[in-house]
């Protein structure tokens, strides 16, 4: 849901919108604007849900319009290491500034 090759993940709506803004803010800082768009777009019942429910803030960070989600067709070939490195980069450096 974060290798698509064409990486473009929107906020999610239903994600806490605080902690939405600060990754964001991360990957804007990090020059990767342009896979993080600072819009919101979608909304999904997903993993986030029960944290948000107990308190927690959570985000949820999906590409929705990766075409192969959730089909046989979703197989590594499809995987961009790239954008697996841009979300995970911008995860780490913002984990990295809450200390």
Do not use: C
Request: negative net charge; proline residues 4%; charged residues 20%.
């Amino acid at each position: 849901m974060i290798g698509d090759e064409n990486l473009n993940i929107h906020i999610e709506r239903n994600s806490n919108i605080e902690l939405s803004d600060e990754i964001w803010s991360t990957a804007q800082l990090l020059g990767y604007e342009k896979n993080f768009i600072n819009t919101p777009k979608y909304s999904i019942s997903d993993d986030h849900i029960p944290f948000i429910e107990a308190g927690i803030p959570a985000v949820d960070i999906i590409d929705f319009d990766y075409p192969y989600w959730h089909t046989t067709a979703d197989t590594i070939d499809k995987i961009s290491a790239d954008s697996l490195a841009i979300v995970g980069s911008t995860i780490l450096f913002w984990i990295n500034q809450q200390n």
